[in-house]
Every structure is written in C-alpha cells, then in structure tokens.
C-alpha cells in the first residue's frame, strides 16, 4: 500500500513538473505570435498566440491541480486529494472552449474589415510552433498514458490544439500571400477553422475529466478483471456486487464477497484480507479495497 502510495504521488510530482515544462514553452510561443502577428498583420497569428496564453493560464491550473492531488490522505479528505486532478483538467477545457468562442467572434469581425495582407516572414514563426507544440504534446501524452492522468492528458492534448491552430494559420496565411488581395482574409478564415478544431478538442477533453467527478464506472476490462482475481481466492463462492472509481491517479474498489455462511468470523477476515492482498497486487493503480464479506446462498 506505501508502494503504490509512493508512486502514484511520485507520478503526480513528475506530472506537475511536466506541467511546468508546458508554461515556459507557451509563454515563449504566445510572446513571440502575438508581436508576430502584430508587426505582420496577421490577425490569425495573433489568434493563434492568445490561444497559447490560455496554455499558459491551463498550464498553471494542470500544475496546481496536480500538487494538491499529491498530498497524501488527513483527516478532513480520508481519500486523498485526487479529485483536484479532474477539476484542473475540467477547468482547462472549459478555458478552451471559452477561447475558441472569443477567438471565433473576432474573427468574423475582422473578415469584413479591411486589413492588410500578412507578411511572408510570419510563416517562419508558425513552422516553429507546429514543431515545438507537436513536440511537447508526444512527450506529455506518453507520460500521461502511462501515469494515467485525465489532467495531464488534457494537457497534452492542449499542445496539439495549439500545433492545429498554428498549422491552420500557416495554410490561412499561405493563401493570402499566394491569392493576392482577393484572398487577404484567408488568414482570418483559417482561424475560424481553428475555432472549430478548438472547441471540438475543448469538449472532447471535458468529457473524461467530468467523468471522473461523477466517479463514473471505470470501462473496459477493469472491474471484470478484479471480479476475476477475488474469485480465484480460495473461500471465495462469489462476488456478488464490485464497484470502482477513481481518485487522481489511484482506483478505489469496494466488492461484496460470498462465502461458506458456516465459517467463523475469523476466517471470514482472513479471506476478505486475502481478497483484497490479491487485487491489489493485480493491478499498481488500486489504492484500497474494501470487502465486505456475505454468506453464500447455497
């Protein structure tokens, strides 16, 4: 149990550090699109670069998130502080789908006012930011998979928001260039489009974390899995009912267990200490078992 304790907190510390990598590359990105885009004329850039300082705001919310989810169990939270990690993750989704409607009005605005059309140079800047947000979006989704955090995962897909934006403004910007005056709100359309891959990955983010508020049941194999494993405990006749949630990055699981209804309390304790032994060594991510001990019905 003080194993998988330290290391779900040590995936949250990482996490969190991970996080922090996130903040320096966006405010680096966002400082550099949006005086891009203003010295260029291209609204779509400066689109591009408020949307990187809402990475900056959702990279802080996924760190602080994740640093309150790291603190073991008191008394006023007996199961830990792992709900921090959705509501983080809830939060930074709902920043985006916020960003992509500002973004989104903006630019309808700015497609029926006459502007000038972007400067070539301004390409350059968003070949670097598809490559670095698509770069840091690899590295923080492997780490979130494998940690299995809904908060850094949202994270990650934060990045490769951002590199589809970045990427959606480049095509945009090439047009107005290619087009001449005919197409010089290209760049402006292309943030619209951007809008759209926002908020589809806004609300494709927010539905795990809520989920996860919600102590959804987990899917998949997971609770077939831990039914399986407390069956093949010797004393065990059945398990009646077996349910699962989880906190942060750990799993919480409560099963009821049929057994011989002639047995003594004692050995009722010991199968049902047994019970919870083999799952949890069946599976990392399980950070307690509670068992609840029934006669069969034979």
């Given at each position: 149990?003080?194993?998988?304790?330290?290391?779900?907190?040590?995936?949250?510390?990482t996490?969190?550090?991970?996080?922090?990598?996130?903040?320096?590359?966006?405010?680096?990105?966002?400082?550099?699109?949006?005086?891009?885009?203003?010295?260029?004329?291209?609204?779509?850039?400066?689109?591009?670069g408020?949307?990187?300082?809402?990475?900056?705001?959702?990279?802080?919310?996924?760190?602080?998130?994740?640093?309150?989810?790291?603190?073991?169990?008191?008394?006023?939270?007996?199961?830990?502080?792992?709900?921090?990690?959705?509501?983080?993750?809830?939060v930074?989704?709902?920043?985006?789908?916020?960003?992509?409607?500002?973004?989104?009005?903006?630019?309808?605005?700015e497609?029926?006012?006459?502007?000038?059309?972007?400067?070539?140079?301004?390409?350059?800047?968003?070949?670097?930011?598809?490559?670095?947000?698509?770069?840091?979006?690899r590295?923080?989704?492997?780490?979130?998979?494998?940690?299995?955090?809904?908060?850094?995962k949202?994270?990650?897909?934060?990045?490769?928001?951002?590199?589809?934006?970045?990427?959606?403004?480049?095509?945009?910007i090439s047009?107005?260039?290619?087009?001449?005056?005919?197409?010089?709100?290209?760049?402006?359309?292309a943030?619209?489009?951007?809008?759209?891959?926002i908020?589809?990955?806004?609300?494709?983010?927010?539905?795990p974390?809520?989920?996860?508020?919600?102590?959804?049941?987990?899917?998949?194999?997971?609770?077939?899995?831990?039914?399986?494993?407390?069956?093949?405990?010797?004393?065990?006749?059945?398990?009646?009912?077996?349910?699962?949630?989880k906190m942060?990055?750990?799993?919480y699981?409560?099963?009821?267990?049929?057994?011989d209804?002639?047995?003594?309390?004692?050995?009722?304790?010991e199968?049902?200490?047994?019970?919870?032994?083999?799952i949890?060594?069946?599976?990392?991510?399980?950070?307690?078992?509670?068992?609840?001990?029934?006669?069969a019905?034979l």
């Open positions: 149990m003080a194993r998988q304790a330290h290391a779900s907190k040590k995936n949250l510390q996490g969190a550090r991970v996080a922090l990598l996130g903040f320096v590359a966006n405010v680096m990105l966002a400082f550099a699109k949006i005086l891009a885009g203003f010295f260029g004329h291209a609204y779509v850039l400066i689109a591009d408020i949307e990187s300082t809402l990475d900056v705001g959702g990279s802080i919310v996924i760190w602080g998130g994740l640093t309150v989810a790291a603190r073991p169990p008191d008394k006023t939270h007996p199961y830990g502080h792992g709900k921090a990690e959705p509501i983080a993750a809830v930074v989704a709902l920043g985006v789908l916020a960003g992509a409607l500002a973004i989104a009005i903006q630019s309808v605005r497609i029926f006012l006459p502007h000038h059309a972007p400067a070539p140079w301004t390409l350059a800047v968003l070949i670097v930011a598809v490559i670095m947000k698509e770069t840091l979006y590295y923080v989704i492997r780490f979130g998979r494998s940690a299995e955090s809904t908060a850094v949202t994270d990650a897909w934060h990045h490769r928001i951002d590199a589809m934006t970045s990427a959606a403004a480049f095509i945009g047009l107005a260039l290619i087009g001449g005056k005919a197409w010089q709100s290209a760049d402006d359309w943030a619209l489009i951007a809008c759209a891959l908020g589809a990955n806004g609300y494709r983010l927010l539905r974390a809520f989920f996860e508020i919600m102590d959804t049941a987990p899917r998949g194999k997971f609770v077939r899995s831990i039914r399986r494993t407390a069956r093949s405990v010797p004393g065990v006749i059945e398990v009646e009912k077996c349910r699962a949630r942060g990055l750990d799993f699981v409560d099963l009821h267990v049929a057994v209804g002639k047995i003594s309390v004692r050995e009722g304790h199968i049902a200490h047994q019970v919870k032994s083999a949890q060594q069946s599976d990392s991510r399980i950070a307690d078992v509670l068992v609840h001990i029934e006669p019905e």
